[in-house]
């Protein structure tokens, strides 16, 4: 199993600012994933963060809104750029262990006023 | 377009009694199933997982069933306890997809002494 902490845990943030969420494993893991999870509804992921690679994006977000960083094993960060309202959202990041499952963060909850 | 669906958003039982949660998805491709718990302000933990060449997985409390032809399964969980009140998330995932998952709404359970 993984242990996984984020930082920070909630943010109310104004339109049009950015924000970077950090996530830290305390083991070296290979994968890692950036989900959210907006009012009511499940999970979507947002992107797949490989050690020294490029993140890869699933369809509807795109880079430039979500620059992902994942500069080793342990960590990784999303940006949530240009917010607007309709970002407000928990943002969770988790950690895949080599097999199927995987290990999420207690999440940060997102406010765009 | 949702994959992988929970048709009852809330379930209330009894303590004591069994709780039957049901999931269905849509891709033939899913080969690996698996369940998440999750409390409120807390990321998802695993709880049980399914291998599509099996038609059932039991840990403890926990069964989960899987009817591939139906293309459905379930989490059994017997007897139900207090503490399993949370959101129970279904989630698949496709052979040599990265270990990505593809998530269920949720079905909020309540356990009621």
């Known amino acids: 199993s993984a242990v996984i902490s984020q930082k920070p845990s909630r943010d109310i943030c104004q339109r049009g600012t950015s924000l970077t969420i950090q996530c830290q494993v305390d083991s070296q893991v290979t994968m890692m994933f950036w989900y959210r999870q907006q009012p009511g509804q499940s999970l979507t992921l947002i992107a797949t963060?490989?050690?020294?690679?490029?993140?890869?994006?699933e369809s509807g977000f795109v880079i430039d809104k979500f620059p992902i960083s994942r500069p080793n094993l342990t960590f990784s960060t999303l940006t949530v750029s240009n917010m607007s309202p309709e970002d407000s959202s928990i943002y969770l990041c988790?950690?895949?262990?080599?097999?199927?499952?995987?290990?999420f963060g207690p999440g940060t909850r997102l406010t765009v006023t | 377009d949702q994959q992988v669906k929970q048709n009852s958003p809330s379930l209330s039982v009894q303590e004591g009694r069994i709780s039957i949660l049901n999931c269905d998805y849509t891709?033939?491709?899913?080969?690996?199933f698996l369940w998440y718990k999750k409390y409120p302000a807390e990321g998802p933990t695993f709880l049980i997982s399914i291998s599509s060449i099996k038609d059932k997985n039991e840990d403890g409390r926990f069964t989960v069933f899987l009817n591939k032809s139906a293309k459905h399964l379930s989490l059994h969980i017997v007897p139900s306890q207090p503490g399993d009140s949370a959101v129970y998330f279904c989630a698949a995932s496709v052979t040599d997809s990265w270990g990505k998952l593809q998530f269920g709404a949720g079905t909020q359970v309540v356990v009621t002494p």
């Open positions: 963060a490989n050690q020294g690679s490029e993140a890869t994006y």
């Open positions: 988790s950690a895949g262990t080599g097999d199927y499952e995987q290990y």
């Open positions: 891709n033939s491709m899913f080969d690996y």
